[in-house]
Protein backbone atom coordinates (compact mmCIF):
# COMPACT_ATOMS: atom_id res chain seq x y z
CA UNK A 1 0.00 0.00 0.00
CA UNK A 2 2.79 2.38 1.05
CA UNK A 3 4.55 1.62 -2.38
CA UNK A 4 1.71 2.86 -4.61
CA UNK A 5 1.39 5.38 -2.68
CA UNK A 6 4.56 6.72 -3.34
CA UNK A 7 3.93 5.85 -6.38
CA UNK A 8 1.30 7.93 -7.03
CA UNK A 9 2.92 10.47 -5.12
CA UNK A 10 5.82 10.77 -7.88
CA UNK A 11 3.70 10.96 -10.70
CA UNK A 12 1.78 13.74 -9.21
CA UNK A 13 4.96 15.77 -8.41
CA UNK A 14 5.92 15.36 -11.99
CA UNK A 15 2.79 16.85 -13.16
CA UNK A 16 3.22 19.63 -10.36
CA UNK A 17 6.34 20.57 -11.98
CA UNK A 18 5.70 20.72 -15.57
CA UNK A 19 2.26 23.23 -13.97
CA UNK A 20 5.16 25.16 -12.27
CA UNK A 21 7.37 25.43 -15.57
CA UNK A 22 4.86 26.52 -17.46
CA UNK A 23 3.53 28.71 -14.70
CA UNK A 24 6.93 29.92 -14.63
CA UNK A 25 6.94 31.09 -18.29
CA UNK A 26 3.31 33.08 -18.04
CA UNK A 27 4.21 36.89 -17.90
CA UNK A 28 3.27 38.09 -14.27
CA UNK A 29 0.31 40.61 -13.65
CA UNK A 30 -0.57 43.21 -11.28
CA UNK A 31 -2.89 41.05 -8.36
CA UNK A 32 -4.65 43.99 -8.08
CA UNK A 33 -6.10 47.18 -9.65
CA UNK A 34 -6.83 50.15 -7.66
CA UNK A 35 -9.86 51.77 -8.19
CA UNK A 36 -11.59 49.22 -10.64
CA UNK A 37 -14.33 47.90 -9.67
CA UNK A 38 -16.06 44.80 -9.86
CA UNK A 39 -17.42 43.06 -12.79
CA UNK A 40 -16.20 40.52 -15.19
CA UNK A 41 -14.60 40.87 -18.69
CA UNK A 42 -16.39 40.82 -21.69
CA UNK A 43 -17.72 37.00 -22.39
CA UNK A 44 -17.77 36.39 -18.36
CA UNK A 45 -20.84 38.05 -17.00
CA UNK A 46 -22.16 35.32 -15.49
CA UNK A 47 -19.08 34.30 -13.65
CA UNK A 48 -18.55 31.03 -15.86
CA UNK A 49 -16.51 29.98 -18.71
CA UNK A 50 -18.05 27.79 -20.79
CA UNK A 51 -16.41 27.81 -23.64
CA UNK A 52 -13.10 26.73 -21.77
CA UNK A 53 -15.42 23.75 -20.27
CA UNK A 54 -16.42 22.68 -23.78
CA UNK A 55 -13.38 22.63 -25.11
CA UNK A 56 -11.75 20.85 -22.41
CA UNK A 57 -14.51 17.57 -22.20
CA UNK A 58 -14.45 17.84 -26.20
CA UNK A 59 -10.45 17.18 -26.99
CA UNK A 60 -9.49 15.27 -24.12
CA UNK A 61 -7.82 12.97 -26.48
CA UNK A 62 -5.97 15.90 -28.12
CA UNK A 63 -2.24 16.65 -26.82
CA UNK A 64 -1.84 20.20 -24.96
CA UNK A 65 -0.65 22.22 -27.32
CA UNK A 66 -3.88 21.44 -29.81
CA UNK A 67 -6.77 21.52 -26.93
CA UNK A 68 -4.82 25.21 -25.85
CA UNK A 69 -5.18 26.19 -29.94
CA UNK A 70 -8.21 24.19 -29.82
CA UNK A 71 -9.69 26.54 -26.76
CA UNK A 72 -8.10 30.05 -28.01
CA UNK A 73 -9.92 29.75 -31.39
CA UNK A 74 -13.28 29.45 -29.46
CA UNK A 75 -12.41 31.84 -26.43
CA UNK A 76 -13.47 35.62 -27.40
CA UNK A 77 -10.92 38.01 -27.61
CA UNK A 78 -9.44 39.96 -24.65
CA UNK A 79 -7.58 42.69 -25.48
CA UNK A 80 -5.88 46.22 -23.24
CA UNK A 81 -6.53 48.86 -24.83
CA UNK A 82 -4.56 51.79 -23.19
CA UNK A 83 -4.15 55.33 -24.19
CA UNK A 84 -1.33 58.05 -23.03
CA UNK A 85 -1.82 61.73 -23.65
CA UNK A 86 0.08 64.98 -22.90
CA UNK A 87 -2.34 68.05 -23.12
CA UNK A 88 -2.09 71.66 -22.71
CA UNK A 89 -4.02 73.43 -20.65
CA UNK A 90 -5.46 77.07 -19.49
CA UNK A 91 -6.13 75.88 -15.81
CA UNK A 92 -4.62 72.44 -15.25
CA UNK A 93 -6.30 72.10 -11.66
CA UNK A 94 -9.64 72.78 -13.11
CA UNK A 95 -9.25 69.96 -15.56
CA UNK A 96 -7.69 67.35 -13.41
CA UNK A 97 -11.28 67.63 -11.08
CA UNK A 98 -12.63 67.86 -14.45
CA UNK A 99 -11.28 64.37 -16.30
CA UNK A 100 -11.62 63.22 -12.60
CA UNK A 101 -15.45 63.46 -12.39
CA UNK A 102 -15.93 62.49 -16.40
CA UNK A 103 -14.00 58.74 -15.51
CA UNK A 104 -17.02 58.17 -12.58
CA UNK A 105 -19.39 59.39 -15.04
CA UNK A 106 -18.61 56.95 -17.44
CA UNK A 107 -18.76 54.44 -14.82
CA UNK A 108 -14.58 54.22 -14.10
CA UNK A 109 -11.76 55.11 -11.65
CA UNK A 110 -9.17 57.45 -10.55
CA UNK A 111 -5.91 55.57 -10.43
CA UNK A 112 -3.69 58.44 -9.52
CA UNK A 113 -3.86 61.98 -9.21
CA UNK A 114 -0.81 64.42 -9.31
CA UNK A 115 -0.57 68.35 -9.15
CA UNK A 116 3.14 69.92 -9.01
CA UNK A 117 4.65 73.05 -9.63
CA UNK A 118 6.65 73.94 -12.48
CA UNK A 119 8.58 77.22 -13.69
CA UNK A 120 8.50 78.78 -17.47
CA UNK A 121 11.66 79.83 -19.48
CA UNK A 122 10.76 83.34 -18.20
CA UNK A 123 10.61 81.92 -14.52
CA UNK A 124 7.14 81.80 -13.75
CA UNK A 125 5.96 79.32 -11.77
CA UNK A 126 2.87 77.72 -13.05
CA UNK A 127 0.80 74.31 -12.11
CA UNK A 128 1.38 71.15 -14.07
CA UNK A 129 -0.18 67.89 -13.43
CA UNK A 130 -1.35 63.71 -14.19
CA UNK A 131 -3.85 61.47 -13.41
CA UNK A 132 -4.58 57.98 -14.46
CA UNK A 133 -7.76 56.73 -15.11
CA UNK A 134 -9.70 53.66 -16.18
CA UNK A 135 -12.88 53.78 -18.15
CA UNK A 136 -15.07 50.95 -19.58
CA UNK A 137 -13.23 49.89 -22.60
CA UNK A 138 -16.19 50.44 -24.44
CA UNK A 139 -16.28 54.04 -23.42
CA UNK A 140 -12.70 54.53 -24.38
CA UNK A 141 -13.64 56.89 -27.70
CA UNK A 142 -15.74 58.97 -25.49
CA UNK A 143 -13.54 59.63 -22.80
CA UNK A 144 -10.70 60.82 -25.10
CA UNK A 145 -12.93 63.20 -26.66
CA UNK A 146 -13.71 64.80 -23.38
CA UNK A 147 -10.45 64.98 -22.25
CA UNK A 148 -9.42 66.70 -25.05
CA UNK A 149 -12.36 69.43 -25.16
CA UNK A 150 -11.20 72.86 -24.68
CA UNK A 151 -7.41 71.68 -24.92
CA UNK A 152 -5.26 74.30 -26.38
CA UNK A 153 -2.96 72.19 -27.77
CA UNK A 154 -2.55 68.22 -27.55
CA UNK A 155 1.12 67.56 -27.61
CA UNK A 156 0.85 63.45 -27.87
CA UNK A 157 -1.35 61.02 -27.87
CA UNK A 158 -0.66 57.04 -27.65
CA UNK A 159 -2.62 54.61 -27.80
CA UNK A 160 -1.52 50.77 -27.50
CA UNK A 161 -3.39 47.38 -27.49
CA UNK A 162 -2.17 43.97 -26.06
CA UNK A 163 -3.97 40.78 -26.99
CA UNK A 164 -4.48 38.31 -24.10
CA UNK A 165 -6.46 35.70 -25.14
CA UNK A 166 -4.22 32.86 -25.57
CA UNK A 167 -2.38 34.23 -21.93
CA UNK A 168 -5.60 33.70 -20.65
CA UNK A 169 -6.61 30.11 -22.65
CA UNK A 170 -3.24 28.65 -20.91
CA UNK A 171 -3.86 29.88 -17.69
CA UNK A 172 -7.03 28.40 -17.69
CA UNK A 173 -5.48 25.31 -18.44
CA UNK A 174 -3.14 25.42 -16.01
CA UNK A 175 -5.49 26.19 -13.18
CA UNK A 176 -7.99 23.04 -14.34
CA UNK A 177 -5.18 20.75 -13.96
CA UNK A 178 -4.00 22.31 -10.85
CA UNK A 179 -7.45 21.59 -9.41
CA UNK A 180 -7.52 18.24 -10.55
CA UNK A 181 -3.70 17.46 -9.07
CA UNK A 182 -5.05 19.21 -5.58
CA UNK A 183 -8.12 16.61 -5.54
CA UNK A 184 -5.46 13.99 -6.09
CA UNK A 185 -3.35 15.13 -3.39
CA UNK A 186 -6.28 15.56 -0.84
CA UNK A 187 -7.51 11.60 -1.86
CA UNK A 188 -3.81 10.91 -0.99
CA UNK A 189 -3.56 12.87 2.23
CA UNK A 190 -6.85 11.02 3.64
CA UNK A 191 -5.62 7.70 2.04
CA UNK A 192 -2.45 8.22 4.15
CA UNK A 193 -4.48 8.88 7.82
CA UNK A 194 -6.40 5.77 6.90
CA UNK A 195 -3.91 3.60 6.52
CA UNK A 196 -3.94 1.04 8.94
CA UNK A 197 -0.80 -0.89 8.04
CA UNK A 198 1.16 2.62 8.61
CA UNK A 199 3.23 3.28 11.88
CA UNK A 200 2.36 6.60 13.47
CA UNK A 201 6.25 7.82 12.14
CA UNK A 202 5.33 7.31 8.76
CA UNK A 203 1.98 7.91 8.91
CA UNK A 204 2.91 11.38 10.38
CA UNK A 205 5.50 11.71 7.63
CA UNK A 206 3.32 10.84 4.61
CA UNK A 207 0.39 13.37 5.84
CA UNK A 208 3.42 16.54 6.11
CA UNK A 209 4.75 15.38 2.73
CA UNK A 210 1.59 15.49 1.11
CA UNK A 211 0.36 18.61 2.72
CA UNK A 212 3.72 20.58 1.91
CA UNK A 213 2.36 19.53 -1.92
CA UNK A 214 -0.93 20.55 -1.36
CA UNK A 215 0.00 24.17 0.17
CA UNK A 216 2.56 24.52 -2.79
CA UNK A 217 -0.28 23.64 -5.48
CA UNK A 218 -2.74 26.11 -3.84
CA UNK A 219 -0.29 28.72 -4.12
CA UNK A 220 -0.18 27.90 -7.62
CA UNK A 221 -3.62 28.30 -8.00
CA UNK A 222 -4.10 31.22 -6.22
CA UNK A 223 -1.00 32.89 -8.29
CA UNK A 224 -2.90 32.00 -11.57
CA UNK A 225 -6.71 33.22 -10.30
CA UNK A 226 -4.74 36.44 -9.99
CA UNK A 227 -3.43 36.91 -13.18
CA UNK A 228 -6.91 35.91 -14.91
CA UNK A 229 -8.35 38.02 -13.00
CA UNK A 230 -6.46 40.98 -13.93
CA UNK A 231 -6.32 40.23 -17.43
CA UNK A 232 -10.54 39.82 -17.01
CA UNK A 233 -10.46 43.78 -15.27
CA UNK A 234 -7.30 44.93 -17.58
CA UNK A 235 -9.11 44.18 -20.80
CA UNK A 236 -12.69 45.70 -19.52
CA UNK A 237 -10.97 48.78 -18.16
CA UNK A 238 -8.82 50.70 -20.35
CA UNK A 239 -6.13 52.87 -18.69
CA UNK A 240 -5.34 56.57 -19.49
CA UNK A 241 -2.49 58.22 -18.66
CA UNK A 242 -3.15 61.90 -18.90
CA UNK A 243 0.03 64.89 -18.40
CA UNK A 244 -1.63 68.42 -17.74
CA UNK A 245 0.56 71.09 -18.96
CA UNK A 246 -0.29 74.79 -17.84
CA UNK A 247 -0.87 77.16 -20.90
CA UNK A 248 2.00 79.72 -20.14
CA UNK A 249 4.95 77.26 -20.46
CA UNK A 250 4.41 77.17 -24.75
CA UNK A 251 4.36 81.14 -24.81
CA UNK A 252 6.88 82.36 -26.71
CA UNK A 253 10.03 83.98 -25.23
CA UNK A 254 10.54 87.80 -24.37
CA UNK A 255 13.08 89.70 -24.74
CA UNK A 256 13.73 92.70 -23.36
CA UNK A 257 9.47 93.27 -23.02
CA UNK A 258 9.47 92.88 -26.75
CA UNK A 259 7.06 90.37 -27.97
CA UNK A 260 7.06 90.30 -32.00
CA UNK A 261 4.72 87.05 -31.83
CA UNK A 262 2.33 88.57 -29.57
CA UNK A 263 2.69 91.85 -31.61
CA UNK A 264 1.62 89.27 -34.79
CA UNK A 265 -1.19 88.22 -32.84
CA UNK A 266 -2.99 91.44 -31.87
CA UNK A 267 -2.25 93.04 -35.00
CA UNK A 268 -4.70 90.17 -36.39
CA UNK A 269 -6.71 90.12 -33.86
CA UNK A 270 -7.62 93.32 -34.42
CA UNK A 271 -7.80 93.41 -38.32
CA UNK A 272 -10.63 90.55 -37.52
CA UNK A 273 -12.56 92.82 -34.98
CA UNK A 274 -11.78 95.47 -38.00
CA UNK A 275 -13.77 93.29 -40.52
CA UNK A 276 -16.05 92.07 -37.49
CA UNK A 277 -17.61 95.55 -37.31
CA UNK A 278 -17.25 96.71 -40.85
CA UNK A 279 -19.60 93.77 -41.58
CA UNK A 280 -21.71 94.38 -38.70
CA UNK A 281 -22.35 97.97 -40.00
CA UNK A 282 -23.33 97.45 -43.65
CA UNK A 283 -26.12 94.50 -42.21
CA UNK A 284 -27.04 97.16 -40.14
CA UNK A 285 -27.35 99.58 -42.70
CA UNK A 286 -29.00 97.60 -45.31
CA UNK A 287 -31.36 96.01 -43.30
CA UNK A 288 -31.93 98.38 -40.32
CA UNK A 289 -30.96 102.01 -40.71
CA UNK A 290 -31.87 102.00 -44.80
CA UNK A 291 -35.52 100.80 -44.83
CA UNK A 292 -36.20 103.80 -41.52
CA UNK A 293 -34.75 106.55 -43.85
CA UNK A 294 -37.19 105.85 -46.82
CA UNK A 295 -40.17 104.92 -43.92
CA UNK A 296 -39.69 108.62 -42.86
CA UNK A 297 -37.94 110.70 -46.21
CA UNK A 298 -39.48 108.59 -48.66
CA UNK A 299 -42.86 110.28 -48.64
CA UNK A 300 -41.15 113.75 -48.48
CA UNK A 301 -39.06 113.26 -51.49
CA UNK A 302 -42.13 111.85 -52.74
CA UNK A 303 -43.58 115.16 -52.28
CA UNK A 304 -40.92 117.46 -53.47
CA UNK A 305 -40.76 115.53 -56.48
CA UNK A 306 -44.13 116.19 -57.42
CA UNK A 307 -43.85 120.40 -56.47
CA UNK A 308 -40.83 119.93 -58.98
CA UNK A 309 -42.58 118.50 -61.92
CA UNK A 310 -45.66 120.73 -61.58
CA UNK A 311 -43.62 123.91 -61.30
CA UNK A 312 -41.27 122.30 -64.48
CA UNK A 313 -44.90 122.10 -66.68
CA UNK A 314 -46.66 125.37 -65.56
CA UNK A 315 -43.38 126.78 -66.92
CA UNK A 316 -43.30 124.84 -70.49
CA UNK A 317 -46.96 125.56 -70.49
CA UNK A 318 -46.16 129.45 -70.36
CA UNK A 319 -43.57 129.74 -72.71
CA UNK A 320 -45.62 127.61 -75.50
CA UNK A 321 -48.08 130.02 -74.92
CA UNK A 322 -45.62 133.36 -75.49
CA UNK A 323 -44.51 132.21 -78.66
Same mark, same amino acid.
Given at each position: ??????????????????????? $??????????? +??? +??????????????????? /?????? %?? +?? =???????????? #??? /????????????????????????????????????????? %??? =?? $???????????????? &?????????????????????? $? *????????? !?????? *??? &??? #????????????? !??? !??? =???????????? %??????? %? @?? @??????????? #???? &???? *?????? *????????????????? &???????????????????????? !? #?????????????????? @??????????
Amino acid at each position: MKKKTVLIFVALALVLAACGIKA $ASTPSAEPYLP +GVG +GGAAPGYENGSMPTQASAS /NSDSSK %GP +GE =VSASAAALQAQM #IIM /NADLTIVVPDPQAKVEAISQMSYNLGGRVISMNMYQTSTQS %GQT =VP $AGTISIRVPADKLENA &LSQIKVDAVEVNNETRSGQDVT $A *EYVDLQSQL !TNLEMA *EAD &LQA #IMDEAKNNPNSTT !TSK !TQD =VLDVYNQIISVR %GQIESIK %G @QM @QYYEQASAYSL #INVT &LVAE *ETIQPI *EIGGWKPEGVARDAIQS &LIKFWQGFVNFLINFFLLVLPILI !T #IFGPIALVIWGIVALVKR @QKRKKAQAGK
